[in-house]
């Protein structure tokens, strides 16, 4: 997902540089959602990990 979303943000930028700023904000905003979902998944396991004790 994180790739994903570092995808969506080069498309954006490139989007962005050739002038078509409505498909970039589009696009970015699309990496930003996928960014957030990724994180809020990271940190779920992260807890479930420690909770479990299969974390250090």
């Known amino acids: 997902m994180l ?8 498309v954006g930028a490139i989007f ?7 498909i ?3 696009t970015i905003g699309i990496a930003r959602v996928l ?4 994180v809020i998944i ?4 992260l807890v ?4 479990n004790g299969t974390l250090f």
């Open 3 to 10: 790739k994903w979303a570092l995808i969506f943000l080069v």
């Open 16 to 22: 962005y540089l050739l002038g078509l700023r409505s």
């Open 24 to 26: 970039a904000g589009i």
């Open 35 to 38: 960014f957030t979902i990724f």
């Open 42 to 45: 990271f940190l779920v396991m």
């Open 48 to 51: 479930i990990g420690l909770i």
